[in-house]
């Protein structure tokens, strides 16, 4: 079945319809704020890898103040945002407008792109950064993870001059084997880290996210474009070199999403095949979570 006819009999394709989102991808950015409250507080907002936007929509209509006009929004962005309310969209492709959101296009891997987010914010701090990014798949595992990683590295380089402390950051990873490696360099930087796995992305697809809070980067740090943040040889940073024997860590991951609403691939049960690899990655999925609360407390005190 070509994907296109996957994605119309999936309830989160006809909701977001419904919903005005562009994509079905705005209930991966829902839930992930049901679980964890990542809205909370928050004014300041940049949305990474952007298009075709629905995060940003469901941005603006979370953090500019609800039953706000439209209208006023999109002359507060006109004029360069106001003081309370601030969303930033980056992508290399252009993207329709969104009132209340301000948009620049290009590569977040370039250092014109990232000069350009952090100048917008003329010093001044987000609470949140997001980022969906995703490279045009090969298939090749091993490949894809590694480029998933280096917008992950490029958006953690821009989040770490533009994020306020205490400031919260989620991004789109491929779970592969260097997830542990991942997660205890991103705890150099923030508090609490988890890997979740919203309701709405389908089981069949290797993406999670990672959610990053309390961010507290290491005393001394200083942000630079130039240095590749999560390459422990260029780093130099204390604590970069802790996978080994007993510091290894079990990461903690987390379903998020009411788990008795929709399933992103019912089809699954009944189809036998798929139905056995469903079985299989709610089993997994379940001792992980459980795994993970452990492990939570021993990240915690370990690191
Ligand atoms: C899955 S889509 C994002 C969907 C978006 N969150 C939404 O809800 O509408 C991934 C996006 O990442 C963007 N992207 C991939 N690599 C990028 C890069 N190096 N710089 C900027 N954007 C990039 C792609 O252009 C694509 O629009």
Not at 60 to 83: F, I, P, R, V
Not at 164 to 185: T, Y
Not at 219 to 238: I, Q, R, V
Request: glycine content about 10%.
């Amino acid at each position: 079945m070509g994907k296109a006819s996957k994605d119309k009999r999936d309830i989160y394709y006809r909701l977001a319809k419904e919903m005005g989102y562009r994509a079905r991808s705005a209930y991966k950015l829902l839930q992930l704020d049901e679980e964890f409250g990542i809205f909370k507080g928050v004014s300041r907002a940049v949305d990474l890898c952007a298009a075709p936007g629905s995060w940003s929509q469901v941005l603006a209509a979370n953090l500019w103040l609800k039953g706000e006009a439209e209208a006023e929004a999109a002359t507060a962005a006109a004029q360069g945002g106001s003081e309370e309310v601030r969303i930033v969209a980056v992508d290399l492709q252009e993207m329709a407008p969104i009132p209340g959101v301000k948009q620049l296009q290009g590569d977040i891997t370039s250092l014109s792109t990232a000069e350009a987010i952090i100048d917008d914010f003329r010093g001044g701090r987000a609470d949140l950064v997001v980022c969906d990014g995703a490279p045009d798949v090969t298939g090749l595992h091993d490949i894809d993870e590694y480029i998933q990683a280096q917008l992950l590295l490029a958006a953690l380089n821009i989040t770490t001059h533009v994020l306020a402390d205490g400031g919260i950051f989620v991004a789109k990873i491929f779970r592969g084997k260097d997830v542990s490696l991942l997660h205890s360099q991103l705890r150099l930087f923030f508090r609490r880290v988890a890997v979740a796995k919203p309701k709405s992305s389908r089981n069949s697809s290797i993406e999670s996210f990672v959610v990053c809070q309390g961010y507290q980067p290491p005393p001394g740090f200083s942000p630079s474009m130039l240095t590749p943040l999560l390459d422990h040889k260029a780093s130099g940073l204390p604590g970069a070199h802790q996978l080994l024997g007993q510091c290894k860590c079990i990461v903690p991951f987390v379903a998020s999403g009411d788990l008795s609403g929709f399933d992103a691939e019912p089809g699954a049960l009944e189809d036998p095949e798929a139905a056995g690899d469903s079985a299989q990655h709610s089993a997994a999925m379940l001792s992980k979570v459980q795994l993970g609360e452990g492990s939570e407390r021993r990240a915690d005190s370990g690191q």
